[in-house]
C-alpha cells in the first residue's frame, strides 16, 4: 500500500496497467448488468470475483487516485490542453477533458449502465457529466472551488451508444462566486443544458 493520492504520483506503466484493468472492470460490470447465465455460471463467477477481491484488496489505498496539484499546473500555464478525471476508478465515467482559454469539453459514449428512461441516459449521470467537466474546468481555469448550485435542463432524452459532446464555459467570477455554464449533446443537437455556481474553497 502506498499513500500517493495523484494521479501524478505514480509510474506511467503502473498507470496505463490500472487504467486498463479499470476499463476491464467496466466491462464486468456491464457484462454482470446485462447476463441471462443460469444461476450456476452466476455463482461460479461471483466466487472468481469474490477471489480477485480479496487479492486487490489487500493493496488498498485509502481514496481513489485523482489530478493533483502537478497534473493541474502544467495545464494552468497553457492556453489549450487535456486533463484525463478517473481513469483508474472504474466505478466512475473516465473522461478526457480538452481545456481551451475558458471552456472545456470532453466525449463520451453511454453503454446500458447508465440506462434511465429505455434507451435514454439517467439524468442523474448527466448532471454528474456535467458537474465534473464544469468543476473541472473551474479548477483548471479559476481555484479550488465546489458546486454550490447546479440547475440542469432536460431538453430531450440523451441517447446510449453515440458519441456525447459534454462542453462548459466560465463566466465572469464575482467575488468566491465562479458561474459557469454547460451542455451535453448528441448528434449535433442540445439535449441537456446546465448552469452553475461553483464556489471558492481554501483547498
Ligand atoms: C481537474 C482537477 C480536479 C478534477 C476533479 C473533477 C471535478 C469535479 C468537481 C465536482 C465538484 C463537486 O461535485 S463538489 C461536491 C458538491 N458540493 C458540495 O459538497 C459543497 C457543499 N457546500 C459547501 O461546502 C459550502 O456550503 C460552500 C463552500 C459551497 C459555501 O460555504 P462557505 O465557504 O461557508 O461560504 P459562504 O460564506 O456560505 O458563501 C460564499 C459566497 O458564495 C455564495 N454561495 C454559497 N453557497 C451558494 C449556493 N449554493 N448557491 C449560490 N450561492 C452560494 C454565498 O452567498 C456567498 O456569497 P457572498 O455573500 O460572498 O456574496
Not at 453503454?111 to 474546468?137: F, I, M, R
Amino acid at each position: 500500500m502506498t499513500d500517493r493520492t495523484h494521479l501524478g504520483d505514480v509510474p506511467p506503466d503502473w498507470l496505463a496497467a490500472s487504467t486498463s484493468l479499470a476499463q476491464a472492470t467496466r466491462e464486468l460490470v456491464e457484462a454482470v448488468a446485462l447476463s441471462d447465465a443460469d444461476a450456476t455460471v452466476l455463482d461460479e463467477a461471483r466466487s472468481e470475483v469474490a477471489a480477485l477481491t480479496e487479492r486487490l484488496r489487500a493493496t488498498a489505498r485509502p481514496h481513489a487516485l485523482r489530478p493533483g496539484p502537478a497534473d493541474l499546473a502544467a495545464l494552468r500555464a497553457a492556453d489549450a490542453g487535456s486533463i484525463v478525471v478517473r481513469p483508474t476508478n472504474p466505478g466512475a465515467v473516465p473522461l478526457e477533458i480538452s481545456v481551451r482559454a475558458d471552456t472545456a469539453e470532453a466525449t463520451w459514449t453511454a453503454g446500458p449502465v447508465h440506462e434511465g428512461p429505455p434507451g435514454s441516459l439517467h439524468g442523474g449521470t448527466s448532471a454528474s457529466l456535467l458537474d465534473s467537466v464544469l468543476g473541472t474546468l473551474v479548477q483548471v481555469r479559476g481555484t479550488p472551488a465546489v458546486t454550490g448550485t447546479l440547475t440542469v435542463r432536460y431538453r430531450r432524452r440523451v441517447p446510449l451508444g453515440v458519441p456525447l459532446t459534454v462542453s462548459a464555459a466560465l463566466g465572469e467570477r464575482d467575488g468566491r462566486r465562479l458561474p459557469v455554464t454547460g451542455r451535453i449533446e448528441a448528434g449535433g443537437e442540445v439535449c441537456v443544458e446546465a448552469e452553475a455556481l461553483f464556489v471558492a474553497v481554501e483547498r
